[in-house]
């Protein structure tokens, strides 16, 4: 799992305040279908899909998190460092959000991410806005 063990070396990078950009963003934005972002533009599966690029595996050169749910192998169960694909505002929204599973419990699923609390961390999500869990495509 190189991919999480990249992820995991990102810890604590986060957004900048107004008028100034983290150039690590920028550099994982630099990965995906737009360019020239800051990182005051949603950058979680910019974040994923940089993590897999560190570690020599296709991401989904897409900014949009529900990207993730196209991509790899569906896992019936998480497993340690799998993509986990979250709906928000509302699941039948585009809009979503992307991480990598670390545990969960009834109640909450805990992610290891970027642009979570504005910055790459761990963070809790209700279980109910699980979409689907992802590994990555076979070598």
């Excluded at 670390?102 to 979409?131: F, K, T």
Aim: aromatic share 12%; with cysteine; hydrophobic share 40%.
């Amino acid at each position: 799992m190189d991919w999480f063990s990249v992820a995991l070396k990102e810890d604590g990078v986060a957004s900048r305040p107004a008028g100034e950009s983290h150039p690590r963003i920028e550099e994982y934005h630099r990965t995906v279908n737009e360019k020239g972002w800051d990182d005051k533009v949603p950058w979680c599966s910019s974040f994923l899909n940089w993590c897999m690029l560190q570690a020599g595996l296709p991401g989904t050169n897409s900014a949009l998190a529900r990207s993730w749910l196209d991509w790899g192998v569906p896992l019936a169960t998480p497993r340690t460092g799998c993509v986990v694909v979250l709906w928000r505002e509302d699941p039948a929204s585009p809009k979503g959000h992307a991480g990598f599973f670390l545990h969960q419990d009834a109640e909450l699923v805990y992610l290891w991410g970027g642009n979570q609390l504005g910055r790459v961390c761990v963070n809790s999500y209700p279980v109910g806005m699980i979409l689907g869990y992802r590994w990555p495509p076979e070598r």
